[in-house]
């Protein structure tokens, strides 16, 4: 089937009370990976692809990959530009097949943050690609983190139904205290429901949660016994992401959970195999490492059987 509106998987997942992964890609194992795993679980699955990753793969290269996977697989795939910055790369992806973009300008005042994000909305509408936005700084809050120093951090909910009526954008990612990486939390995970609850209820639209990996202990300690250093590292726990889930996620972002399996899984070879250098060993591992942790989350997040 053609690639699928990522508008489409996430409205039914806003009225089906479920998330839908989107996975980062930087390569054919990566995407294999992930697609394997939403045909076993019948899951809808959204393809990410950040800037980073189309400056080192080519945007031919990762489209061309994922419209060879929606046509042979029969689950819904869509592809999505994740944190668009940079106004002529999302140009690029509307133009190049991408059913979805995030334009991040939440580094921004929220009037300039309006005006970025409803440019891009009224270009991507008019050629049928769906919008994500941000609002909030997503770069994690402590324990010790005074009350007005979070806030100033965290998304506001008024404006964030403000936002939306201004600009007519597709998704929301509202920032409710996770970050980007592996080490996400020096204490307790902490998200603020209550803002995420209020979110929902002035929008009403889906929401989309960034930085949140689950940072699963036996990669990690996969990780480590073959030499990587990621002492430390700590995502977002299952009962904590199910209860954002319940409260309105309907889009969760995972990178990280995708490398850190992808380096457990070539160091385990490259360790206990020292005259192995044939890539499909070295890679293969890693590929049903990686279409593990991806199948684990899908049933986490409840879209398995939903496609």
């Known amino acids: 089937m053609p690639i699928a509106s990522t508008k489409e998987i996430l409205d ?29 679980e019948k899951s809808p699955v959204i393809i990410a692809t950040s800037e980073g ?8 290269y990762l489209h061309n990959l994922v419209r060879t996977a929606a046509d042979r697989y029969k ?24 059913t979805s973009v995030m334009i991040d300008a939440s580094a921004y005042p929220f009037e300039e943050n309006v005006r970025r994000t409803k440019e891009i909305v009224d270009i991507a509408h008019s050629v049928g690609v769906s919008v994500e936005a941000e ?29 939306v009526e201004l600009t007519g954008v597709d998704f929301l990612a509202p920032a409710i205290g996770t970050s980007h990486g592996a080490f996400k939390f ?9 803002r995420l609850k209020k979110v929902k209820e002035y929008t009403g639209m889906p929401l989309v949660l960034h930085g949140a990996s689950g940072v699963p202990r036996h990669i990690v300690e996969k990780v480590e016994k ?17 209860n954002a889930i319940k409260l309105g996620i309907n889009k969760v972002n995972t990178d990280t959970d995708i490398r850190l399996a992808f380096t457990g899984a070539v160091r385990e070879v490259l360790s206990t195999k020292e005259s192995e250098f044939d890539p499909r060993k070295i890679l293969g591992p890693a590929r049903e490492l990686m279409k593990q942790v991806v199948i684990e989350r899908m049933r986490d997040f409840g879209s398995s059987g939903k496609a």
């Open 135 to 163: 609002l909030g700084k997503l770069s994690g809050v402590e324990d010790n983190v005074s009350v007005s120093a979070r806030d100033a951090i965290l998304v506001n909910p008024e404006e964030a139904k403000k936002f």
């Open 226 to 242: 073959f030499g990587g250093d990621v002492k430390g590292a700590k995502g977002v726990p299952t009962d904590v992401l199910q």
């Open 75 to 98: 689950v819904p795939i869509s592809l999505h530009l994740d944190h668009g910055k940079d106004f002529s790369v999302i140009l690029q992806c509307i133009r190049n097949g991408f």
């Open 53 to 60: 990753a189309i400056k080192y793969a080519g945007i031919d």
């Open 186 to 194: 020096k204490g307790a995970a902490k998200l603020d429901m209550g």
């Open 12 to 40: 039914d997942a806003n009225r089906n009370y479920y998330a839908v992964g989107a996975f980062n890609i930087n390569n054919m194992e990566i995407l294999q990976a992930i697609v394997e795993a939403a045909e076993e």
